[in-house]
């Protein structure tokens, strides 16, 4: 019964104290939590203060990797209230996977999926620039 102690919380003394990273430049922020045997990542998207269409991109592909996340192992189904997505790792993955793989597995995640993102909107507004033209193309 090794349950996640920054999940469940049953003691303050076995909670650190949280650290928060804020990106001066934007939205994005990241919220380290860790206990005894546990840490929670949590971060915010920029895309979470952006246009509609790059909002709407950015939930619905965090929603299809967080149906996903038991392939992703520590990627939770649900983020903690306010996030856009979050991690749990725990004293098994740590044990099971190395430090350095998790480090940058996070590292990696965060940046496929805002490149992602982008690459998906840039696609949806070429593929209406095109539509538009052959629409109008009827008309002159």
């Known amino acids: 019964h090794n349950k996640p102690e920054v999940e469940i919380q049953t003691s303050k003394e ?4 949280p650290v928060l ?3 001066s430049n934007g939205p ?3 919220l380290i939590e860790s206990s005894i045997n546990s840490v929670r990542v949590s971060y915010i998207f920029k895309f979470e203060e952006a246009d509609k ?28 209230e306010g996030h856009s997505f979050s ?8 044990d099971r996977l190395s430090k350095k793989k998790i480090i940058a597995f996070i590292t990696f995640f965060m940046i496929f999926i805002e490149s992602e993102i982008s690459d998906l ?7 209406g ?3 538009a033209s052959e629409y109008m193309k009827q008309y002159s």
């Open 14 to 17: 076995l909670l650190r104290e």
């Open 28 to 30: 994005e922020r990241c």
């Open 53 to 80: 269409v790059e909002k709407m991109l950015g939930k619905e592909f965090l929603g299809y990797l967080q149906k996903r996340a038991v392939d992703f192992e520590i990627l939770r189904r649900i983020p903690i």
């Open 21 to 23: 990273i804020q990106n």
């Open 129 to 131: 620039r095109s539509i």
């Open 87 to 94: 991690f749990l790792i725990t004293n098994r993955h740590v």
């Open 121 to 127: 909107k840039i696609s949806i507004n070429a593929r």
